[in-house]
């Protein structure tokens, strides 16, 4: 329920996200996704103390190089430096995105690396070509070395560039998207540079369980986890290494269940995150720890990128729901027992499970959220999911699943928002339709999708009398200081099977008298056996403005009680400053407001695209963006359309928020909808004007 004073947060709001941004603010937007200015991307990469290049290991064939070309350096042999052990960190660099700029300031920050002494980092780094419709991102330069097409292999060396590659200084565009380039990377990079401890991190858009990617100019092909399991796994016993000592994803929502499954027996410890990652990514600087002796071993890195990633974070502002997550893949064997032993009831009985489960989800902590279903990446917190689940007589499997977690996951950050993360995630959609067939292709979770499809097999034996429904005398509403209270009753013998109450609330437009919905959010099911179910909505909407122009905007709206914050999800259209071509991508701003304060906290634009594949999106001020709002057609269907006819500027750190309160004799609809855990619904609407 939303308890602010429209009136009041209308003038706390007014103006909250014009801050100024500093260039390394604006540098700083995009990981994951596509984007189209200048933002950080992350990679943790260390070296031996000691490399020499083997006379047998050539860099890989499809790795460009340029005009002039070194040889790998040597620096004596594994165990000198300032540390007892020497480290190599390979990054891979998937940067033929619309992130190819956040690759250049990376880099910038790859080179404050010591690697003067026990550590060599190493780098792939795919652009994209000057071309149009193929990219052409940014064509600045880096570090000193101008700008260049395709793929380059580059070590860092007293803070500059070396290049690698093939001799001749031939120039190919390698599809960093496929098994063999990964293979070819790793192969090369543990010969020509052995160390007594390694690291690979790999660095784009992520999506969890589908993979990173893409790469735009190779068909815009993704890296899946099988890909990335098999090209890791070749080039590990190409080099004669049984395993790395880390393995990171800088890279949106990779600390899944799935993903830590698909690497388990490649290295000790995994460092992902299980949230939209913003911008500026991991901080790089973070490998120095190896330098000092502060980090020793793949978990003392981990601990220490985690520790920095979360404090650029709060530098750039960006902290509010940012999660890290240091995992130990030994001990993730045991999280791989305790599922299988928490799923075999629920999938043993899952007609008694079902309820359950479904409001254990709404609950949840979700990373990836949409209020368009079909763009959510319904990847839920594992542990987050089992300690919401109740009455099902499995509390020792529950109690054993939240422990095998706390085991593997030996440590983590996580911003004020993302309190609940446990460090692990798990694909989770509760209905069929929301399901992606390909996530069986990967098997990487086989027992996870038996109890996914005993929980919709389960939906479809619904007893009738369970389904979700309001009772024939519908129900009651009234306005108060509050806003608008509505309360109705379903059956009382279909009240165990609820899972959700929504909200949902529009206006007609009086000029042309349709009708528009402006938000949602979640009731309550009071559970008391009597079938009563309400929610409440405050008669406030959210205005989005450019200096100019004013817009209305969607929100789905929720408050974290524990840290006092409403946080809104608000889905919007991008398009490009010469709108001359159709591809315009999908956003969601997450908002984020003290609810005592009213201050904006944060604001963060997310893009996710066809691939499933999320990161901070970096717009050009110089394009447009439109507010998405649902409208009723004719046939009664909702249709997600553009709030205006008049898109604002996309100038985003200027854009101010407001939300106001709602015209009086403005004419109100409000819907009241019950979900079973089958996925059916019931509504119950009402029209009035506000008072």
Not at 462 to 475: D, K, M, R, T, W
Not at 578 to 596: G, Q
């Amino acid at each position: 329920m939303r308890i602010f004073t429209a009136s009041i947060l209308c003038v706390l709001l007014v103006g909250a996200g014009c801050g100024a941004s500093t260039p390394e603010e604006d540098a700083a937007a995009a990981r994951g996704a596509p984007s189209t200015t200048t933002t950080a991307a992350p990679t943790v990469t260390a070296a031996s103390t000691t490399t020499a290049a083997p006379t047998t290991t050539a860099a890989p064939t499809t790795t460009a190089a340029p005009t002039t070309t070194a040889a790998p350096t040597t620096k004596g042999s594994p165990g000198s430096g300032p540390s007892d052990e020497s480290w190599t960190v390979l990054i891979y660099v998937m940067g033929d995105t619309n992130l190819e700029a956040a690759a250049l300031v990376d880099l910038e920050e790859m080179a404050e690396i010591d690697t003067t002494g026990n550590v060599t980092v190493v780098a792939l780094v795919d652009r994209t070509p000057d071309q149009p419709g193929l990219g052409g991102y940014t064509d600045s330069g880096v570090l000193g070395a101008p700008n260049w097409e395709g793929s380059r292999l580059i070590e860092f060396v007293d803070g500059e560039i070396v290049f690698l590659g093939l001799p001749d200084g031939s120039v190919e565009d390698s599809n960093l998207g496929t098994a063999e380039e990964l293979e070819a990377f790793v192969s090369y990079g543990l010969n020509a540079y052995p160390a007594d401890r390694t690291a690979l991190v790999l660095w784009d858009h992520g999506g969890g369980w589908t993979g990173m990617g893409p790469d735009e100019t190779n068909n815009w092909d993704i890296l899946d986890l099988s890909e990335l399991r098999s090209g890791l796994r070749a080039g590990l016993d190409s080099a004669g290494v049984d395993k790395l000592d880390l393995i990171g994803f800088d890279a949106c929502l990779m600390a899944t269940y799935e993903v830590a499954s698909s690497v388990v027996s490649l290295a000790d410890t995994l460092v992902a995150s299980e949230e939209l990652e913003p911008g500026h990514g991991w901080d790089y600087r973070a490998l120095n720890s190896l330098v000092s002796g502060e980090a020793t071993t793949s978990q003392d890195l981990g601990i220490a990128i985690a520790d920095s990633y979360l404090q650029q974070a709060r530098d750039y502002g960006t902290d509010t729901d940012v999660t890290l997550s240091v995992i130990d893949l030994d001990a993730f064997v045991g999280v791989q027992e305790a599922l299988k032993e928490f799923s075999r009831p629920l999938i043993e009985y899952p007609a008694e499970a079902a309820p359950e489960v479904a409001r254990a989800v709404t609950q949840t902590r979700e990373y990836g959220s949409s209020p368009k279903p079909e763009n959510s990446s319904h990847i839920f917190d594992l542990g987050d999911f089992a300690s919401n689940l109740s009455g099902l007589g499995i509390d020792t499997e529950i109690v054993e699943l939240q422990a095998a977690i706390d085991e593997a996951v030996v440590y983590k950050v996580a911003g004020p928002v993302a309190g609940r993360a446990t460090g692990l995630s798990i694909y989770l959609p509760t209905r069929p339709e929301y399901f992606d067939p390909n996530y069986v292709d990967h098997g990487f979770a086989p027992g996870w999708e038996t109890f996914l499809q005993s929980h919709y097999q389960a939906g479809t034996q619904i007893p009738e009398e369970s389904v979700a429904g309001f009772l024939e005398e519908g129900g009651e509403y009234f306005f108060d200081e509050d806003g608008l209270n509505f309360f109705a009753y379903v059956d009382p013998a279909a009240e165990d099977a609820l899972a959700e109450v929504i909200i949902y609330y529009g206006v007609v437009d009086p000029e042309d008298d349709n009708l528009y919905f402006i938000g949602e959010e979640s009731g309550w099911i009071f559970g008391d056996g009597s079938g009563l179910v309400g929610a409440i909505y405050d008669l406030t909407v959210l205005t989005i403005g450019d200096g100019y122009d004013t817009s209305y905007a969607y929100t789905d709206f929720s408050y974290d009680e524990t840290e006092d914050l409403f946080l809104f999800d608000v889905p919007m259209t991008y398009g490009s400053a010469d709108l001359t071509d159709d591809s315009y991508v999908d956003l969601v701003l997450s908002l984020t407001i003290d609810a005592t304060a009213g201050d904006v906290v944060s604001e963060v634009y997310f893009q996710v695209d066809d691939f499933g594949q999320w990161s901070e999106f970096a717009a050009d001020p110089e394009g447009f963006i439109w507010p998405s709002i649902q409208m009723e057609d004719s046939d009664g269907s909702l249709v997600w359309v553009d709030a205006g006819d008049v898109p604002l500027f996309a100038d985003l750190p200027s854009l101010e928020y407001s939300f106001e309160p709602l015209p009086s004799g403005v004419t109100l609809v409000a819907e009241l909808g019950v979900f079973d855990y089958a996925g059916n619904s019931d509504f119950l609407s009402l029209v009035d004007l506000v008072p």
